[in-house]
């Protein structure tokens, strides 16, 4: 199965929060969001998936709330590429792109993550789902 999003992903990997000023990168991740933040203080892990799927001429859901995504796509299992959805508490949520698991963790390929575009494990605890993209 074709992942042309995940080629895009990974050139983004190393693209960081600056500390005195803004990451001109992260900024435009946003702006293909409805909500058009302008610094890198703003949480930008929807952002980053968002702006992905916009390179690869995929449909996204336009949100920077990382929750959105569980509307968004066709259901599927995780697997390489899925866009993976998890809590971060009561309210708040974390979305990225599946790249492998082990016993207790998802390997996830996301913005955001330690202040950057890198893999992070994610427990498997805190999943709530996982989609996969739908071409415009």
């Not at 920077?64 to 998890?86: E, H, Q, R, S, V």
């Not at 508490?89 to 575009?117: A, C, P, W």
Request: charged share 20%.
């Amino acid at each position: 199965m074709e992942t042309p999003w995940m080629d895009i992903a990974k050139e983004e990997i190393g693209v960081h929060e600056i500390e005195s000023g803004d990451s001109s990168r992260i900024v435009e991740y946003h702006s293909v969001t409805s909500l058009h933040a302008m610094d890198d203080d703003t949480p930008w892990c929807a952002a980053f998936v968002c702006w992905v799927l916009h390179e690869a001429g995929y449909d996204h859901t336009h949100s920077a709330w990382a929750k959105n995504y569980l509307k968004y796509g066709d259901k599927c299992d995780p697997k390489y590429g899925a866009i993976m959805i998890f809590s971060r508490g009561h309210e708040s949520g974390h979305v990225g792109f599946y790249v492998g698991e082990d016993y207790g963790t998802y390997h996830i390929l996301g913005g955001n993550q330690k202040n950057s575009v890198c893999i992070a494990n994610m427990p498997k605890t805190k999943f709530l789902g996982a989609r996969w993209p739908i071409k415009v």
